[in-house]
């Protein structure tokens, strides 16, 4: 069947309002999509690793999510999503949950969660291959905490930890390129998304994702308009921004086949991201144009190597 | 029917999880608790068990897998010993809080450093206040006995907390004895099947867990734990009645050996009280009223026990076999020390921190403690409180 929005938004809602996320914080939007992309008959146990999102969605004793949920700590989502896992398996086995009945098991985390003190945790499970679909609300830095730099924090962005100066042009680091080392593992299916448009590249993957059976991946670049210093109703520009100077490449890796989902008609230059958010206002004052150079040349460099793995 | 056989702590463990056949068993390797995964694995592989065995990548995750399996409705068990003990500290406060139980078969060995493989208690007694219920054992039967009782104990509707199942590494963890196993059928019948009332995969109630509690409601939450834990104390007993009307092997939360009449003891865990008992055998011999408390429950804390079990007494020795660097004592001694504080006429108290690491302790230790006992009995003078035993002259 195909795409359709409104049909999409007529489903009921499983991750509900009332949520203390900030006002037009993309993960609220990330949790919406990725609910609806479980099919409405089947339930959900999502596992989610300590972060804005956890404090944000459920501060008790009130809940935003629908479906049943788990928080026990910051680097163990995927752990704990794998326990969720087996005993799924072995309660069906037991006939403890009826044969036809399907229940999801969902993992969420920030890049903190997952790139950095969650990737141990992450790798196990995409190793030992459960069947769940982890999502990576990736919004660049340690947001929670007040953005601290992550290792999936852009070179020459500004963070509290990395800040610019003087003696400092930003981080000094390029993003671990974390969906590159989950392909890595040899994951049946891992995907790069972010939120724009009619969210049809996002909803197509997270269901592809969690219909694929085992331990699948989807790194959602999720734009934080405290942290990354926009105003807040700036999000699709700047997620748009992201896809068409390919900081951000849309692609799915499907039992290891690369394919490209979208290819900016005119690929920009990355200046038209960067200057969209005011951590990376200090790569525009004078004497800093290498950093944008930089910038643009490590970008060139990876898009690439994308297209080169692409069919 | 029992059936006599002889094994070790860690196979004894073993076989107690294969007639329990929980549903989920998360792993991770550790000497000297791993022979319990991998007679498990065999178990698994041989098809005794319908058991999900997950080989996870560290004992962070192996606990954090349990947590996750437990929340999900099923019953989870992991092993582990001294530094994968610790690095699962994190997640074991996670698992109290979340009233999550989870048993934990630990083989006790000293943490690093300098890193060391041999018994003592620096590994769990470090996590005596992650909010895991304690038992420990002096033998293997004790061990399998332990664990027999540990589901009923930990999933009772007033207590719902996780519950560590402690062995001394090596000591009892390898060395083979003679014990009782019970038959299957009785062991299964015995601890029963795990009904929780809620669970993530409860299809028809969805459930959430590991809120984020602000001020207004954490107090209340960690206030419902102590409450929990203070029902343990009810609720061990209560399964140690059951289990001696089924068995016929009694159990309590402290083992009270000579101590009617006794005007000097010690209070001491786990193998050692065998050694102890020894040298309380010979000094009676010799008409001393020489007793031993040993300490089956280190959480919830049988305070009032010992206090009472001591009230006779005139010198008392508390038996660390773990360093608390507290400069004034192990954490045994702290713990008896407070349980006595309200007593009318407390006895003379020290503690004597001994066996780090492996370090021997013979029957003539145990002498030369007594003696000391006798020595302040008879003088009133305690001399040094904190004292450390068997180690070399430096």
Redesign the interface.
Known sequence: MAYNLKEEMNKEERFHAGHRLCAGCAAGIVCRAMMRAVNPEDKAVICNATGCLEVSSFQYPYTAWEDSYIHTAFENASATASGVEAAYNVLKRKGKIAEDKEIKILAIGGDGGTYDIGFQSLSGALERGHDFTYFCYDNNAYMNTGTQRSSATPRFASATTTPAGVESVGKKQVQKDLTQIVVAHGSPYVAQTTLFGNMKDFHEKAHRAIYKKGATFVNVLTPCPRGWQYPAENLLEITKAAIDTCVWPLYEVVEGEYRLTYEPKKKLPVEEFMRLQGRFNHCFKPGNEWTIEAAQEYVDKKWDELLSKCV | MSIRDRLSGNEAIATAMRQINP??F?MFPITPSTEIPQYFAQYVADGKV???F?????E???M???????????R?VTATSSAGLSYMN??LY?AGS?RLPVVLAVSCRALTGPININHDYSDSLAERDSGFIQLYAENNQEVYDNYLMAHRIAEHPDVRLPLMVCEDGFITSHAIENIEIEDDTAVKSFVGEYKPENY????EN?????????SG?YMEARVAQAHAMINAKRVIKEVAADFEKTFGRHYDLIEEYHMDDAEIAMVIMGSSAGTAKACVDELRGQGIKAGLIKVRVIRPFPAEEIAASLSGCKAVAIMDKSEGFSACGGPLFAECAGACINMDARPKMIDIVYGLGGRDFTVAAAKSVYERLGEIARTGQTGPVYVHMGQREV
């Open positions: 549903d989920v998360a319908d058991t999900e997950i080989c996870v990548e560290s962070h995750s192996a954090s897998a349990c947590l996750g399996a437990e929340a999900a409705g099923g989870a994190e997640v996670v979340l993530l995969l409860k299809e969805p459930l959430a867990v590991g809120p984020y509690g602000v409601y």
